[in-house]
Structure formats: structure tokens, C-alpha cells
Nanobody
Framework: QVNLVESGGGLAQAGGSLRLSCAVS????????MGWFRQAPGKEREFVAA????????IYADSVKGRFTISRDNAKNTVYLQMNSLKPEDTAVYYC????????????????????WGQGTQVTVSS
């Protein structure tokens, strides 16, 4: 059974920072791309960031570029999302996801390419 467990969400003030973590178990970690998505109330799920299985390539949504950083520690089976300069519009439930195909390239922002998802962690940014 594949499990993705996010943590690190919470309440932050605008301009503040949070770091999300996602621990993966039940499936190999270091051969699959990982992604972060988010869904705000009343809105569709949207892509945030993704990182290649090797960690050598990353992509970001324009809305978070320069503020968020995705990284991974393959020894710990964990992917991270460092979120700086937070804005109220970053308020959402954040989900991590693991790509279906191993050794895929390049990283993708397409949700259908990801096979496994976490339960989500709430991030709330106050103005």
C-alpha cells in the first residue's frame, strides 16, 4: 500500500514562511518524480511545483515562482515545499503526489500523470 503523508501546514501571516513535508512509503521513492498541487475553496486543483526523480530538475507555477522551492531527500523518502513570502491567495489545501511512471522526464504539471496522492495539509495565510 502506497502512503503519502503531508505535514507542516498551518496558519501564517502574509510575508511569512512555511515548510511542507511529504513522506512516502510503500513504493520506491528515488525513481519517481514528485509534485505539489493545491486546491483553494471553490476552485479547481492547481499545480504548484514538481521535481524530477533525481532532483536535478524542477518546475513551478508562475504564481509561486521565486517564492516557493521544491526539494527532495531520497534517503528519507521525503519531498519538501519551502514557501516564502506567503500571500493570502496561497491559502489552500496542499497535496503531494507521486508520478505513475518511473524515470519519467521531464517533470510535468499534469495531474493525470500522478498516480498516488496524499490526504492534504491546510495552509492558511492571513493578511
Amino acid at each position: 500500500q502506497v502512503n503519502l503523508v503531508e505535514s507542516g501546514g498551518g496558519l501564517a501571516q502574509a510575508g511569512g514562511s512555511l515548510r511542507l513535508s511529504c513522506a512516502v512509503s510503500g513504493r520506491a521513492f528515488n525513481i519517481y518524480d514528485m509534485g505539489w498541487f493545491r486546491q483553494a475553496p471553490g476552485k479547481e486543483r492547481e499545480f504548484v511545483a514538481a521535481i524530477r526523480w533525481s532532483g536535478g530538475s524542477t518546475i513551478y507555477a508562475d504564481s509561486v515562482k521565486g517564492r516557493f522551492t521544491i526539494s527532495r531527500d531520497n534517503a528519507k523518502n521525503t519531498v519538501y515545499l519551502q514557501m516564502n513570502s506567503l500571500k493570502p491567495e496561497d491559502t489552500a489545501v496542499y497535496y503531494c503526489a507521486q508520478r505513475l511512471r518511473a524515470f519519467a522526464t521531464p517533470p510535468t504539471d499534469q495531474a493525470e500523470a500522478y498516480a498516488y496522492w496524499g490526504q492534504g495539509t491546510q495552509v492558511t495565510v492571513s493578511s
